[in-house]
C-alpha cells in the first residue's frame, strides 16, 4: 500500500455512487475516483451507499478504530513503539506515572503490563473512559491503570505526586496548553520527568495550503507549537529537554502498517451504515495527516525533559 498522500477533498463529482470500499482504498492511496456515465464504479448502476452523519466515539466508532489500531487504542501507538518512546524514563514498579490523554487506556496498560509501573489515565471524553474502564477491568488493570475523567481546563493534581508524565499526540489539541503544562509541571517529583509526542509544525508562523486543509479537518481546533516553543516552555519551568526526536517518518510506517490489512474489514463491516461512517472519518482524518507530513511542514517529534536538579542517566532511548 502506497502512503497516504489525498484528503477527502479530491473526491471527483458523483463519488458518493461509488462503492465504500471502493472509496477508501482510492483516498488512501491517492487515486482519483472515476465514475462511469449514468451510474456507480465499474459500471455498476444505481450503487449508491448511504452512509449516516458520523459521530464521533460512537460504538462504531470505537469498533473502527480498535479495529485499525488495535485493542485499546484509537491511534497508532503500537505496544513496541510505546515500550521504546518510554525509554528514557526508566520505568519500574515504585513509580507513579501520569497519562494525559489517555484515550481508551491502551498505552497506559502497556506500561502497567511491560514495567509495573503505576499508571493513572487521564482523559476528557466520558464515553471513552467509560470503555476505557472496562476494558482495564477486564484485564485486571483497574487499579494498576484506571482511566479517570478530567477537565484540561481546570485540572489540579496534587503537587509533588508523580514520577513521570507521558502525553502521546494529545497536547496540540489542548487549547490551553500553557495552563495545563504549569500544573502537570507542579505535579511532577523532584526528579520528575516529563515525555511528550506531539504534532508540531516546521516552520513557526509560516502558512501553507497543506497546514490549512489539515487544521480546517481537525475534529476540533488545533493549535500546533513549533519544537522550539515547547523547549523554551518547558526549560522554563525548572525542567532540562534531554531528547528531541522527529519521528514523522516512524508514525508514517506505523499508520500504514496498521491499515496494510484493514481493507479486509472493510469488506466484512461496510454495509453497516454507522460503520461506514466511522471508516470515512478515520480514512479522511489520517490521509489529511500523513499529506501533512509528508510536506514537511507538519511533523511528530518526541520531547523528554527531566528537572534539571535530577542527576539520573538517561536510558538506552
Same mark, same amino acid.
Given at each position: 500500500?502506497?502512503?497516504?498522500?489525498?484528503?477527502?477533498?479530491?473526491?471527483?463529482?458523483?463519488?458518493?455512487?461509488?462503492?465504500?470500499?471502493?472509496?477508501?482504498?482510492?483516498?488512501?492511496?491517492?487515486?482519483? @475516483?472515476?465514475?462511469?456515465?449514468?451510474?456507480?464504479?465499474?459500471?455498476?448502476?444505481?450503487?449508491?451507499?448511504?452512509?449516516?452523519?458520523?459521530?464521533?466515539?460512537?460504538?462504531?466508532?470505537?469498533?473502527?478504530?480498535?479495529? @485499525?489500531?488495535?485493542?485499546?487504542?484509537?491511534?497508532?501507538?503500537?505496544? #513496541?513503539?510505546?515500550?521504546?518512546?518510554?525509554?528514557?524514563?526508566?520505568?519500574?514498579?515504585?513509580?507513579?506515572?501520569?497519562?494525559?490523554?489517555?484515550?481508551?487506556?491502551?498505552?497506559?496498560?502497556?506500561?502497567?503490563?511491560?514495567?509495573?509501573?503505576?499508571?493513572? *489515565?487521564?482523559?476528557?471524553?466520558? #464515553?471513552?473512559?467509560?470503555? *476505557?474502564?472496562?476494558?482495564?477491568?477486564?484485564?485486571?488493570?483497574?487499579?494498576?491503570?484506571?482511566?479517570?475523567?478530567?477537565?484540561?481546563?481546570?485540572? #489540579?493534581?496534587?503537587?509533588?505526586?508523580?514520577?513521570? @508524565?507521558?502525553?502521546?499526540?494529545?497536547?496540540?489539541?489542548?487549547?490551553?496548553?500553557?495552563?495545563?503544562?504549569?500544573?502537570?509541571?507542579?505535579?511532577?517529583?523532584?526528579?520528575?520527568?516529563?515525555?511528550?509526542?506531539?504534532?508540531?509544525?516546521?516552520?513557526?508562523?509560516?502558512?501553507? %495550503?497543506?497546514?490549512?486543509?489539515?487544521?480546517?479537518?481537525?475534529?476540533?481546533?488545533?493549535?500546533?507549537?513549533?519544537? #522550539?516553543?515547547?523547549?523554551?516552555?518547558?526549560?522554563?519551568?525548572?525542567?532540562?529537554?534531554?531528547?528531541?526526536?522527529?519521528?514523522?517518518?516512524?508514525?508514517?510506517? %506505523?499508520?500504514?502498517?496498521?491499515? !496494510?490489512?484493514?481493507?479486509?474489514?472493510?469488506?466484512?463491516?461496510?454495509?453497516?451504515?454507522?460503520? !461506514?461512517?466511522?471508516?470515512?472519518?478515520?480514512?479522511?482524518?489520517?490521509?489529511?495527516?500523513?499529506?501533512?507530513?509528508?510536506?514537511?511542514?507538519?511533523?511528530?517529534?518526541? @520531547?523528554? !525533559?527531566?528537572?534539571?536538579?535530577?542527576?539520573?542517566?538517561?536510558?538506552?532511548?
Amino acid at each position: 500500500m502506497s502512503q497516504a498522500t489525498a484528503a477527502s477533498e479530491r473526491r471527483t463529482p458523483g463519488s458518493a455512487k461509488v462503492p465504500l470500499r471502493l472509496r477508501l482504498k482510492a483516498w488512501w492511496n491517492g487515486d482519483e @475516483i472515476r465514475v462511469k456515465d449514468g451510474g456507480g464504479a465499474a459500471g455498476r448502476k444505481g450503487a449508491v451507499e448511504q452512509i449516516e452523519p458520523f459521530e464521533r466515539w460512537n460504538e462504531a466508532h470505537l469498533r473502527v478504530a480498535q479495529a @485499525i489500531w488495535g485493542a485499546g487504542m484509537i491511534g497508532p501507538t503500537l505496544p #513496541e513503539e510505546i515500550q521504546h518512546l518510554v525509554k528514557p524514563l526508566g520505568l519500574n514498579p515504585a513509580m507513579s506515572l501520569l497519562h494525559v490523554g489517555a484515550g481508551l487506556g491502551g498505552p497506559g496498560r502497556v506500561m502497567a503490563e511491560s514495567f509495573g509501573v503505576w499508571v493513572t *489515565g487521564l482523559e476528557a471524553e466520558r #464515553e471513552l473512559v467509560k470503555v *476505557g474502564m472496562a476494558l482495564a477491568e477486564k484485564a485486571g488493570l483497574a487499579k494498576k491503570a484506571p482511566v479517570v475523567i478530567f477537565d484540561p481546563d481546570s485540572f #489540579e493534581p496534587k503537587a509533588g505526586s508523580f514520577d513521570a @508524565i507521558v502525553s502521546f499526540g494529545y497536547l496540540f489539541s489542548v487549547k490551553n496548553r500553557m495552563r495545563l503544562i504549569d500544573v502537570l509541571d507542579n505535579a511532577l517529583k523532584a526528579n520528575g520527568q516529563m515525555l511528550i509526542t506531539d504534532f508540531v509544525v516546521a516552520r513557526p508562523g509560516a502558512e501553507s %495550503q497543506i497546514i490549512a486543509d489539515w487544521l480546517a479537518g481537525e475534529p476540533e481546533p488545533v493549535e500546533p507549537w513549533s519544537v #522550539e516553543q515547547y523547549k523554551v516552555t518547558l526549560e522554563g519551568r525548572d525542567l532540562e529537554v534531554r531528547i528531541v526526536e522527529d519521528r514523522s517518518d516512524k508514525l508514517r510506517e %506505523q499508520v500504514v502498517k496498521c491499515w !496494510a490489512d484493514q481493507m479486509e474489514v472493510v469488506n466484512a463491516e461496510a454495509g453497516c451504515p454507522r460503520y !461506514a461512517a466511522a471508516l470515512v472519518h478515520e480514512v479522511e482524518l489520517w490521509t489529511r495527516r500523513m499529506r501533512a507530513l509528508e510536506s514537511g511542514d507538519l511533523r511528530h517529534c518526541r @520531547i523528554y !525533559a527531566r528537572r534539571k536538579s535530577s542527576s539520573n542517566l538517561l536510558s538506552d532511548w
